[in-house]
Nanobody, 118 residues
Framework: QVQLVESGGGLVQSGGSLRLSCAAS????????MAWYRQAPGEQRTLVAR??????NYADSVKGRFSISLDNARNMGYLQMNSLKPEDTAVYYC?????????????WGQGTQVTVSS
């Protein structure tokens, strides 16, 4: 059974850093693309960053502060978040398109809370 599990969220002061991790499990063959989304209370889920074989792209609000990476050998993805602001507070979700031995498709993790205090 394919699963994505996020970790690394927490409470941090404004200007601080966090590194989110997304672990894919379930006889993974390859991760084709991975993205991080976030959803603040009362708001829609929005794309934060995405990585594919062609490169990366970021929401304007996080450019220069966040960095997405993918380690296919370890079935892991990361979101390095620097210079955090209170408006970055949200639940962050990992999304990945992948191939596994007995499955394939796009999957979501359960989310990890990031809270930035001013």
């Amino acid at each position: 059974q394919v699963q994505l599990v996020e970790s690394g969220g927490g409470l941090v002061q404004s200007g601080g850093s966090l590194r989110l991790s997304c672990a894919a499990s379930g006889n993974i063959l390859t991760i084709l693309h991975m993205a991080w989304y976030r959803q603040a209370p009362g708001e829609q889920r929005t794309l934060v960053a995405r990585i594919t074989g062609g490169g990366t792209n970021y929401a304007d609000s996080v450019k220069g502060r966040f960095s997405i990476s993918l380690d296919n050998a370890r079935n892991m993805g990361y979101l390095q978040m620097n210079s955090l602001k209170p408006e970055d507070t949200a639940v962050y979700y990992c999304n990945a398109g992948l191939l596994a031995v007995t499955a394939g498709g796009t999957y979501w993790g359960q989310g990890t809370q990031v809270t930035v205090s001013s």
